[in-house]
């Protein structure tokens, strides 16, 4: 009988105020691979982060080669033989490949100031690329390295760690086809010696390729789970589409006949490509993107935080060159970013000063500000949004993530902007929060704004868009008419 190497049972753990991994139950084999699926935000790195002992858990059982555990950190995870390639590449950039690559492996071998034999590291580097029929320099820096190269070398690091378990974070979406066949090469040795694999992507196609189960979430449980020889492409994509909720948005509508802005083949390095599109007055332009999608790239291009490499930008029918983020602000752009706390507010400061910190200008004069009038717009912007508790002198570190959310959109929103970019703005944000943020939205566009919303919310980018942009590995794959299509055909989209 094939016992499980790691068995979860009934897991919860607490992530955030609002979100939950609830009744996690689930078993990994040796020798398989379990692709787990789902949009964006459903809680699939939480779960590698709980699995491989980043996270611990709040209630529940762990049974790891048929004994209970409880795993304090990704180290004890990795000395326990749970191995995790993290969406982002953990190596070190001022060491050579062949020291990245043993870096784990190795650091154990040699006694306290015994002299390492690099000669033998090259060497054992040099076997592992010809097993591996891979082309790389063992003496080589990794700082000198692409994005697709430094992937392959993190699969070569879990190769060497030959693990009980491997995990794989959205491992394949910036290869080739080619680099995504020496991952599933990778996938297959592993597999032969015995470890269970943990594969998070995107892509149906790849999953259905080297997959033998799968499990779906959904809002942090796992929604369906089996076989996957029992699921098609159609099948998959269905289940994830489906929506849990019911939500009424208070979409307005406008004739819109003013283009107020168009991108025209923006290039950036090796992160976007050709990207086109328009922006009309008083409409709201969503786009969705799984990561490493370019989502970010695109975001820090129109607001100045990175120059393009091609491209124009044209605003009001004028070309415009935006190099730094103030330049956006001065051409009537904003900015709600995703990291609010890190990048938008002021955790030692109070509220009037966190909610005016951008528009200065407009309550000063002769360079002195009028305190009275900033207390009072800013509680004007804590009644409109329901910031609790709201007294003007609260320190907003002590303010929960939802009404800190809430107090960046603020900030933004008071700067009077033609053009509002909204990255995630009701992530981590309960529903009548959400509610709060819509009608702010509304009311920007009464007053003649635009928006471009980035959101990885299926319901609110079809709630709340005019047209909605898929962003897929770089480019644009489809421009959809929010009346005319569906959460089914998004995530069609965002599959191919």
């Not at 100045?304 to 605003?315: E, F």
């Amino acid at each position: 009988m094939n016992i499980p190497v790691l068995s979860l049972i009934d897991v919860h753990k607490k992530i955030s105020d609002i979100f939950h991994l609830k009744n996690i139950s689930i078993d990994f084999y040796p020798g398989k691979v379990c692709a787990v699926i789902g949009e964006n935000g459903s809680g699939k790195s939480s779960l590698m982060n709980v699995i491989s002992g980043l996270l611990p858990i709040d209630k529940g059982k762990m049974i790891f080669d048929n004994k209970p555990v409880s795993l304090s950190s990704i180290n004890d995870g990795k000395t326990k033989g749970i191995y995790y390639v993290q969406q982002e590449t953990n190596l070190f950039e001022n060491l050579t490949v062949a020291e990245n690559i043993f870096i784990d492996s190795l650091s154990y071998s040699y006694s306290p100031f015994s002299k390492i034999d690099f000669n033998e590291i090259y060497s054992m580097a040099e076997e592992l690329f010809d097993e591996l029929n891979v082309e790389f320099d063992p003496l080589a820096y990794v700082k000198n390295m692409n994005l697709s190269q430094r992937q392959i070398l993190s699969f070569i690091k879990a190769y060497v760690a030959n693990a009980k378990i491997t995990i794989f974070d959205e491992p394949s979406s910036a290869l080739t086809d080619i680099e995504n066949n020496i991952l599933f090469n990778i996938i297959d040795l592993l597999k032969s010696k015995g470890s269970s694999i943990i594969l998070i992507s995107h892509k149906i196609d790849r999953i259905l390729k080297v997959g033998d189960q799968v499990a779906i979430l959904r809002n942090g449980s796992i929604i369906e789970k089996g076989d996957l020889k029992d699921y098609s492409n159609e099948k998959i994509i269905q289940i994830i589409s489906r929506s849990s909720r019911i939500d009424s948005f208070p979409k307005l509508h406008f004739e819109r006949e003013e283009k107020i802005l168009s991108i025209e083949n923006i290039n950036y390095k090796n992160n976007l490509n050709n990207i086109s599109f328009s922006l009309q007055k008083q409409e709201i332009l969503g786009i969705v993107g799984q990561s490493n999608s370019g989502k970010q790239q695109l975001i820090d291009v129109l607001f100045g935080i990175s120059k393009p490499d091609l491209g124009n930008i044209i605003l009001d029918g004028t070309s415009i060159h935006i190099s730094h983020p103030h330049d956006a602000m001065e051409k009537g752009l904003a900015l709600v970013p995703e990291d609010k706390m890190e990048f938008s507010i002021f955790g030692k400061l109070d509220l009037t000063n966190n909610l005016t910190m951008s528009s200065l200008k407009r309550f000063s004069k002769n360079y002195v500000l009028d305190n009275y009038i900033t207390t009072n717009v800013a509680q004007n912007y804590i009644e409109k949004l329901n910031i609790n508790p709201g007294n003007p002198q609260d320190y907003i570190i002590h303010y929960s993530g939802g009404n800190q959310q809430k107090v960046a959109f603020a900030k933004s929103i008071m700067h009077f902007a033609k053009i509002y970019i909204l990255d995630e703005p009701t992530r981590g944000m309960d529903l009548a929060s959400k509610n709060d943020v819509y009608n702010i939205m509304n009311n920007l566009l009464i007053n003649g704004s635009s928006i471009i919303i980035f959101s990885s919310d299926f319901d609110e980018i079809l709630g709340m868009s005019d047209r909605i942009l898929v962003l897929s590995d770089g480019e644009i794959t489809a421009e959809l008419d929010t009346d005319h299509t569906n959460r089914e055909e998004l995530v069609y989209y965002l599959t191919l």
